[in-house]
Nanobody, 123 residues
Framework: VQLQASGGGLVQAGESLRLSCVAS????????MGWFRQVPGKEREFVAA????????QYADSVKGRFTISRDNAKNTLYLQMNSLKLEDAAVYYC?????????????????WGQGTLVTVSS
């Protein structure tokens, strides 16, 4: 499965942004898709994940109540709606896919990765 992320940009703190990730190729079952983020010098950090079939979702504590992960199966697209953005949300955001049956917070359990999209948050 190939993943293509988009939607990053420059926003002010408190504003919103929606990221998209289009999956191409055969999507297996089970399939989990998630969002991670990374800033220079730090490890890749889990943001959110969801099942491609069920409504099972998981969020990092730092984004709960502000970010929403969703999908459109007909468009093979995963979304991350980010509201009330904070300075600390600035990072390169990656979408990822995993054939493991439950959402995981661990990057190494994801075998497919998109190229990353940069989110910059200014004060």
């Amino acid at each position: 499965v190939q993943l293509q992320a988009s939607g990053g940009g420059l926003v002010q703190a408190g504003e919103s942004l929606r990221l998209s990730c289009v999956a191409s190729g055969h999507i297996p079952n089970p399939w989990i898709m998630g969002w991670f983020r990374q800033v220079p010098g730090k490890e890749r950090e889990f943001v959110a994940a969801m099942s491609w079939i069920f409504d099972t979702t998981q969020y990092a504590d730092s984004v709960k109540g502000r970010f929403t992960i969703s999908r459109d199966n007909a468009k093979n697209t995963l979304y991350l709606q980010m509201n009330s953005l904070k300075l600390e949300d600035a990072a390169v955001y990656y979408c990822a896919g995993s054939a493991i049956g439950v959402p995981s917070t661990t990057p190494y359990q994801y075998g497919s990765w998109g190229q990353g999209t940069l989110v910059t948050v200014s004060s």
